[in-house]
Nanobody
Framework: QVQVVESGGGLVQAGGSLRLSCTAS????????MGWFRQAPGKEREGVSC????????DYLDSVKGRFTISRDDAGNTMTLQMEDLKPEDTAMYYC??????????????????WGQGTQVTVSS
């Protein structure tokens, strides 16, 4: 059974930092692209950052480029999202997802088959 579990969310002031982690089990981790998505109340889920199965391809939502960095550790079946200079508009539930390679569009939620339960990120102004 595949399990995807996020951790690391919380409350932070604008300009602060958070590090989200994701662990996936029950799958061959390096066969999967991994992604972070977020959903704020009343808004659609959007792709924030994603990393290909080999780790050489990454993609970011325009509004987080230069502030967020994604990485993966296949030995530990983990993925992290380092978030810097957080803004109130980054407030959302953040979800980790795994998508069986090949993935055509890394930031599209429908490309991903397995999802975690989410971790809340709240940025106060």
């Amino acid at each position: 059974q595949v399990q995807v579990v996020e951790s690391g969310g919380g409350l932070v002031q604008a300009g602060g930092s958070l590090r989200l982690s994701c662990t996936a089990s029950g799958l061959t981790f390096d066969d999967y692209a991994m992604g972070w998505f977020r959903q704020a109340p009343g808004k659609e889920r959007e792709g924030v950052s994603c990393i290909g199965w080999s780790g050489t391809v990454t993609d970011y939502l325009d509004s987080v480029k230069g502030r967020f960095t994604i990485s993966r550790d296949d030995a530990g079946n983990t993925m992290t999202l380092q978030m810097e200079d957080l803004k109130p508009e980054d407030t959302a539930m953040y979800y980790c997802a795994a998508g069986r390679a090949p993935v055509a569009n890394y930031l599209e939620p429908h490309e991903y088959q397995y999802w975690g339960q989410g971790t809340q990120v709240t940025v106060s102004s």
